[in-house]
């Protein structure tokens, strides 16, 4: 007999705001707009979670 197991994972989980940007996807460096280097303009950064999560998704696609 097989179980099935499901699991939910919310975004929160994988994801957070960046902390340099603000989540703006750009900071402001000598009156200049430019791309935040840290989420690389995405205004978001990964958690371990998503790390591994995405890790797995590109290895096993």
Same mark, same amino acid.
């Given at each position: 007999? $097989?179980?099935?197991?499901?699991?939910?994972? %919310?975004t929160? =989980?994988?994801e957070?705001?960046?902390?340099?940007?603000? *989540? &703006?996807?750009?900071?402001? $460096?000598?009156?200049?707009?430019?791309?935040? %280097?840290?989420? =690389?303009?995405?205004?978001?950064?990964?958690?371990?979670? *998503? &790390?591994?999560?995405?890790?797995?998704?590109?290895?096993?696609?």
């Open positions: 007999m $097989v179980k099935k197991v499901s699991v939910i994972i %919310s929160d =989980d994988l957070h705001t960046c902390p340099n940007c603000n *989540g &703006q996807k750009y900071i402001i $460096v000598n009156d200049k707009q430019e791309s935040c %280097s840290k989420c =690389d303009g995405k205004g978001v950064i990964l958690t371990a979670l *998503g &790390q591994t999560l995405l890790h797995f998704i590109k290895k096993h696609l």
